[in-house]
């Protein structure tokens, strides 16, 4: 277990991770805090032939609020994410997102964006990101910065929009709004294992204690994390209550087309969508205005 | 000697002592295989399997050979002419013989059987290399399933054997058929445990080195048993036992994977030789998921004749066991134990066993820590189900059968016979400690509330030391003897050796503390010298749980040897007709005058110095020097007992198991260091719990192993397990030096039955019952769906 | 692929390195630097026996190519001492607790515990084990590991240093 052979390229600046991908194609690979990419190359299911080095960009691991919005650069580790004061006050749930990934060590060096362009259809940044409507930032090889949505980002098992001479910079998520509950909801074989079914919820209020706004994602279910977008369309103006919850989680029992694996078949992972969504919708309403 | 399993009188052992080996442990000094460096060394890596069963054609090694910084590519053929073949056949009823070579030059067995190995300078050169060799397979039909591997026609794993079935072994009492035919009722219950692996956190490896000037073979191997390896490695390379020396470094736990001759180490050792340079090989962690021994894999049903109490008049027991493709230890030994032992502290006089080990294009079989692991779950989960069927206490079932603690010896239908246990004891202790009556009171009041506890009870006796009249009776070639030698130095310090190695049991300490007692001084000053074949004596290795009882207790004779010598030159230097009133205190001869222990001036390093300085000093005809070595045979076996009983909350809505207590009642008899007795017990605890809630080596239908890294074979992490309560009754054994027992494999034992029992206990208002492992979420809801 | 000259600190103190870029830092810090105590057990990042700290921060150093590790203070087990130069209060703590047997996964604990508990001083046993999931260990069964990490912040606390 040694990885192949490859070049390395240490990039100090942006400019220059751009010309090393346009100079080296498809035999290029970035690495960030590499904790999957390293495992791979260590089992030789990678073997890029050059290694674009980003860490030493400067200025790509910040955490800071923009007006409604929360902008993380793609080098911020899982651990300052979760450790981040800024990060609990403006979304909450992403901290409590980060905090469940992989172990302690592995939260020092794994990043957001590392994270987000491998794509595990298991792994908690590619939920968040569809959850939120994140909109991921990427550098362009003409220096012109392009931005989708989540939903968009993540296309398939280990697949995104990123082309092979991008760069994924920075990940914007809205902040939740006062009041607004969330929670995050997951089930795996053992801490830090990658999960079996996770959920994702926010939850907001009007002032009649009517649902405003409900965000419902679910990962495991299917290839990329889901958007439970028809449900959340329909429990507007919904009274939130133990009935309504039940309903919701039935409703998410179905959604998506689950497989069987080693770790649980596709039945299972429906009975744990559906006990999952009751605890996050029961945990946002608690911390929503209402609860 | 009047103090011998007398506790009370020891001074060096039953003292938790803190480990010597902790300094060099704690500060990253330890010294392992992979921190030994040898000047000019080669670095191998293995070219393996991508088929589970298929034809070698051509292997073509050109590309490979021609690469940077390559020494070597060799095949099954080269390695045929510098090794022998191993042919297992022990004269053993119902096992047929079977042969392995080096590496296979005719066909591959199961995915990652190793078909080439690279030597280069470097290891990621090796991997480099090792890319380049095409090899040429025809695939054939494998067998996977065991089931599938005794039908008629199965492809075959041994063509020449002409089955798959390759141990079948029988008993009966002579009134079983009739007492079965007649019961009342039969009530059935199966078993299973999946295959597993040990997992060592340091996998398998060694370094070699051939000595052309000498014709001297240095082999550094982490392993268990460093006297039969060498026999064995020296055998396979046509070489005499003294051309072979054996070094075992620190090793990173063994588990029982760390003791045959694997054929990657002969290999490794057989380049060494070929190259006339030093070779290192490190098994990566995927080939010792794949490749190195894994345990388990078995299939158990048992009927029990019961009558309305719950008394079982008879019992059966048929055994499956799934052993691989290859055979590093004689087929039958591991389930023959289950078998032998089954009944425990139970009473039944009437009992069948019907045992069949069976090939498969898998991974080659062995041990694994309680290779009968699976005993007490299957006795104990066979109880449990007499209580369900019959509406019966499980605890009363248990009493009903059990064998009164003062009714030992108590010879088992087998024929086995169990003393100076005391699972009576053991059970009521623990059914006091965790307030059994108001558990089922808790348990039926929660229940209201979807809250599903249970509680699991499974009472072990242990068999452990297997001295050399089991292995007779088995059939079992090889020995249960141990030999240890202790020497005085002429300044008076202590060196010892026997012929068990550690892997993380910490015998520097508590072994120190045997040699301490016997000779009658501190265990800061014995030194205790293991794992070199050239300095140790010839021994059987540490495995069974027998390195307390044979290496402690023969160290103890030796040590005792040692003291009546030094006594016998004190009596004389102090001008007295005996030693008789002498004995040795922390290093120094005191007369005992009455009750009174009065000091004299003389000290073991006078005493040295004499016994070879001035050996004209010493009485009449003793020879000079102060060394004694002593070989024991314990006795066939050391039983100790426990009683382990798991608390669990079952969340039915998604399967998962919390201990929420465990407490374990134990008796392993007196010993040597009880924080590391302690420390054995939790770990054969924990093991047993991970194997039961999350291990499996999992092979796809078509024989593709796909678990091959620690993300896909979990284990348990320190989140998953509990805290676990301790308890004792111990007393001690009346054949051994210093009343030991063995104890290390029993919290395995125990705890895949608790758990496995307590999840039932949880569930039995669904009428679900677990029988297979791992008790993994999505099976219990799968079982759960299946119930409504 | 040739071999590349650079530089780590590891331990305080400069190496110059030579090799090849793929070199991982597990296999740099034991092979070309010669600190053995950094073992290497699964290589893919899992059991956590290969953890050092980089830049004060505990990694597996399986997950990273040691020519990634220029310009970072790397801190090996070798590094971990007390004040007076002996066991550090975990150290002390794990050999008193018996909270090592074979010692083959110690060393990653102990310096991944090291840097926790300068960051949670006073963690619950819970905030204990979930740290220590990721550092596995086939010996101990990890609940005396866990009693003596509780031990070693007690004292570094300056708490009472009895055992409940």
Not at chain 1, 129 to 157: C, H, N, W, Y
Not at chain 1, 180 to 194: I, P, Q, T, V
Not at chain 2, 439 to 448: K, L, T
Not at chain 3, 32 to 54: F, K, Q, R, S
Request: glycine share 10%; with cysteine; proline share 5%.
């Amino acid at each position: 277990m040694k990885p192949a052979p490859f070049t390395y390229h240490d990039a100090q600046s942006l400019e220059e991770a751009l010309a090393l991908l346009a100079e080296h194609g498809d035999e290029a690979k970035l690495i960030a805090g590499g904790q999957s990419l390293v495992a791979m190359m260590n089992l030789r299911l990678a073997q890029p032939g050059h290694l674009i080095d980003i860490n030493g960009i400067a200025g790509l691991d910040g955490i800071e609020r923009d007006g409604e919005s929360l902008l993380i650069g793609a080098l911020a580790c899982h651990a300052d994410i979760a450790g981040s004061d800024l990060v609990r006050e403006a979304c909450p749930i992403l901290a409590d997102a980060a905090g469940h990934i992989g172990q302690y060590a592995i939260r020092q060096r794994g990043t957001i964006g590392g994270s987000l362009s491998h794509a595990d259809p298991a792994a908690e940044w590619p939920l968040m990101a569809i959850l939120m409507d994140a909109k991921i930032e990427i550098a362009q090889p003409s220096g012109d910065r392009r931005t989708v949505e989540g939903a968009d980002f993540i296309q398939s098992i280990y697949t995104t929009d990123l082309g092979p001479d991008e760069v994924l910079t920075r990940v914007r998520f809205p902040c939740v709004e006062r009041d607004e509950g969330w929670a995050f909801k997951s089930f795996a074989r053992r801490r830090g294992d990658y999960f079996i079914v996770a959920v994702g919820a926010t939850l907001a209020l009007d002032g009649a204690g009517r649902v405003s706004r409900l965000r419902l994602a679910l990962g495991g279910m299917e290839v990329t994390a889901i958007r439970l977008v028809e449900i959340e369309q329909e429990a507007i103006g919904n009274t939130p209550d133990g009935d309504w919850i039940e309903h919701i989680a039935a409703a998410a029992r179905g959604a998506g087309e689950p497989a069987d694996d080693q770790h649980a078949d596709a039945e299972y992972r429906r009975e744990l969508a559906c006990v999952l969504v009751t605890d996050a919708l029961a945990e946002a309403l608690n911390r929503s205005g209402r609860g | 000697m009047s103090r011998v399993n007398d506790s009370n009188n020891f001074l060096s052992i039953g003292k938790s002592l803190p480990r010597k080996e902790d300094r060099r442990l704690l500060t990253g000094q330890g010294r392992y295989l992979d921190d030994i460096q040898v000047a000019g060394e080669l670095h191998a890596c293995f070219v393996r399997s991508p088929y589970q069963h298929a034809l070698i054609l051509a292997i073509d090694t050109e590309a490979a050979e021609a690469a940077p910084e390559v020494v070597a590519v060799v095949t099954g053929k080269d390695l045929a002419e510098w090794t022998t073949t191993h042919r297992m056949a022990p004269p053993i009823d119902g096992l047929l013989p079977i042969e392995m070579t080096a590496l296979p030059a005719d066909k591959v067995r199961f995915h990652g059987d190793p078909v080439a190995c690279i030597v280069a300078t470097d290891r990621y050169l090796a991997e480099d290399a090792s890319e380049l060799v095409e090899v040429d397979y025809e695939p054939l039909d494998p067998v996977c399933d065991m089931f599938k591997a005794m039908e008629d026609g199965a492809p075959l794993i041994e063509k020449d054997m002409g089955t798959n079935l390759i141990s079948h072994q029988t008993f009966e009492t002579g009134n079983i058929l009739h007492v079965m035919e007649s019961a009342g009722r039969v009530v059935e219950s199966t078993f299973s445990t999946p295959r597993q692996t040990p997992l060592p956190i340091e996998t398998r490896g060694c370094i070699a080195e051939w000595d052309e000037g000498t014709q001297h073979l240095t082999v550094h191997v982490g392993n268990q048993a460093p006297h039969p390896y060498r026999s064995a490695l020296a055998g396979r390379l046509k070489l005499k036992e003294t051309q072979v020396t054996v070094i075992v470094p620190d090793v990173g736990g063994g588990f029982g994977q760390k003791i045959a001759l694997y054929r990657e180490e002969l290999t490794i050792a057989a380049l060494a030789r070929h190259l006339k340079r030093p070779v290192r090989w490190r098994e990566d962690r995927m080939e010792n998921l794949l490749a190195a021994s894994h345990a388990r894999e078995d299939f158990v049903r048992t009927r029990a004749a019961v009558d309305a109490n719950g008394r079982i008049t008879g019992l059966t027991l048929e055994l499956v066991e799934d052993f691989g493709a290859y055979c590093f230890f004689p087929a039958n030994y591991l389930a023959r134990v289950v078998a032998v032992i089954l009944t425990g502290p139970y009473d039944i006089g009437e009992y069948a066993f019907d045992v069949k080990v069976v090939l498969t294009n898998k991974c080659g079989n062995g041990p694994m820590r309680a290779p009968m692991a699976i005993t007490s779950w299957v006795m104990e989960g066979t109880i449990d189900n007499i209580a369900r069927e019959l509406g019966l206490d499980p605890v009363q079932v248990r009493r009903l059968n059990m064998v009164a603690d003062d009714a030992y010896p108590h010879v088992m239908a087998t024929g086995e016979t169990m003393e100076d246990i005391n699972p009576g004891a053991a059970l009521e202790r623990g059914l006091e400690a965790i307030g059994y009556a108001d558990f089922r009171r808790r348990q039926e009041a929660d229940r209201e509330h979807g809250i599903y506890r249970g509680l699991g009870i499974c009472s072990v006796v242990e068999s452990t030391t297997y001295g050399s009249k089991f292995y007779k009776a088995a059939g079992i070639p090889g020995s249960g003897h141990e030999c240890a030698w202790v020497k005085v130095d002429p300044s008076g310090t202590i060196r010892a050796s026997a012929g068990v190695m550690a892997t993380g049991q910490g015998y520097e300490t508590s072994f120190s503390q045997a040699v301490a007692e016997g000779l009658g001084v501190n265990p800061q000053d014995v030194d205790i010298k293991l794992g070199n074949t050239d300095i140790a004596p010839y021994g059987m290795g540490s495995r069974g749980a027998r390195g307390g009882t044979a290496g402690g207790g023969t160290l103890y004779l030796a040590a005792t040897g040692v003291r009546e010598k030094a006594l016998a030159i004190a009596a004389k230097l102090l001008g007295l007709n005996t030693a008789y009133q002498l004995t040795m205190r922390d290093g120094r001869v005191c007369r005992l005058i009455d009750d009174d222990i009065q000091e004299t001036d003389l000290t073991l390093a006078d005493i040295a110095r004499t016994a070879y300085l001035d050996p004209t000093r010493l009485p009449d005809g003793m020879e000079p020097g102060l060394e004694v070595t002593r070989a024991y045979d314990p006795p066939p076996m050391t039983y100790s007992n426990s009683c382990h009983f798991c608390e669990v909350v079952v969340d039915v809505p998604t399967g998962a198991v919390e201990i929420s207590r465990y407490v374990v009642v134990e008796n392993c008899g007196n010993v040597l260091n009880p924080q590391i007795v302690e420390g054995q017990q939790l770990g054969a605890i924990v093991m047993g719990l991970s194997g039961s809630l999350f291990e499996q080596v999992v092979y796809d239908e078509s024989g593709y192993n796909q678990t091959g890294l620690l993300a896909d074979y979990l284990v348990a992490t320190a989140s998953d397990m509990p805290n676990i309560e301790i308890l004792s009754v111990a007393t001690p054994n009346r054949r051994t030096p210093i009343g030991l027992k063995g104890m290390a494999e029993g919290g395995v034992m125990g705890s895949i039955g608790a758990i496995s029992n307590a999840v039932s206990d949880a569930l039995s208002p669904f009428g679900a019952v677990v029988e297979n492992h791992p008790i993994s979420p999505s099976r219990l809801r799968l079982m759960l769906r299946e119930k409504t | 692929m040739d071999k590349v000259a650079f530089r780590l600190n590891v331990n305080g103190m400069d190496h110059d390195v030579l090799a090849e870029p793929r070199k991982l830092l597990s296999d740099a810090i034991r092979e070309d630097i010669g600190l053995t105590g950094t073992h290497v057990g699964c290589e893919h990042g899992v059991c956590g026996a290969c953890t050092v700290l980089i830049d004060g921060k505990p990694q597996r150093a399986c997950l990273v190519f040691a020519i990634q590790a220029q310009g970072q203070a790397i801190t090996t087990i070798e590094n971990v001492t007390g004040e007076d130069g002996g066991y550090s209060p975990l150290q002390q703590a794990l050999h008193e607790e018996h909270g090592l047997q074979c010692g083959f996964c110690t060393p990653g604990i102990v310096v991944t515990m090291e840097a926790y508990l300068k960051e949670n001083p006073d963690p619950s046993e819970r905030d204990i084990r979930d740290v220590l999931s990721g550092n596995l260990c086939r010996c101990t069964g990890y609940q005396s590991i866990v009693k003596a990490v509780q031990k070693a912040a007690r004292r570094m606390r300056g708490e009472d240093t009895e055992v409940a």
